[in-house]
């Protein structure tokens, strides 16, 4: 990120240079880590991965035949810029139930396959058996899903705990609130690219 271009120190320095955005290409590629981390999630390949190395047939045969198809899940994006709208792309691809948060107001036509946008955050928490965040680092965002702002995800579906990925920027949730949301059972899992 650019943040550390920003900081006080700097912000006085004269720079010789122009600073612009690079969008419209990360969207596909942080669409495709996200998804082969929910394929792995649900299929433990971490466990099958465990009984290779122990020379184990099937030694995690509850872990590993006890998964969802992604086209019976929603995935709950928080954030539709371009990488939002790549990750909707993608889930849809794989028949994945779309969920995007926003603080626009947008309509769901307005983002190909999605099958619903909302500027309720409880709301997106609630939906999704994913949650993944690719929020911006904003005054808005900072912080956003700290503290016990993930419980709200634990209360729909019975008590069902989503998992939670952050490919966005980490400012949005401090650590101790992931800790915290997990020991919790708030979420099920953090998977974390940031």
């Not at 309509?107 to 409880?122: P, V």
């Not at 952050?166 to 940031?194: F, P, Q, T």
Request: proline share 4%.
């Amino acid at each position: 990120g650019v943040d550390p271009l920003f900081t006080e120190k700097l912000s006085t320095v004269a720079k010789p240079w122009i600073l612009t955005r690079f969008a419209g290409a990360f969207g596909p590629p942080i669409a495709e880590w996200s998804l082969a981390r929910i394929i792995e999630h649900e299929r433990s390949f971490a466990a099958s991965a465990l009984d290779q190395k122990r020379k184990e047939w099937a030694g995690s045969r509850n872990a590993v035949t006890q998964y969802r198809y992604l086209s019976s899940l929603t995935l709950a994006v928080m954030g539709c810029g371009d990488i939002g709208r790549g990750m909707v792309t993608a889930a849809v691809g794989f028949g994945m139930k779309t969920i995007a948060y926003g603080k626009s107001p947008r309509i769901a036509k307005d983002i190909d396959g999605l099958d619903e946008y909302t500027q309720d955050l409880e709301t997106a928490l609630q939906a999704g058996d994913y949650i993944v965040s690719v929020l911006p680092s904003t005054n808005e965002t900072r912080g956003l899903l700290s503290n016990e702002t993930l419980a709200a995800a634990a209360k729909a579906n019975g008590g069902k705990c989503p998992v939670f990925l952050n490919v966005g920027r980490g400012d949005v949730i401090e650590e101790s609130s992931i800790i915290s949301a997990l020991d919790k059972e708030y979420i099920s899992a953090a998977i974390l690219d940031v």
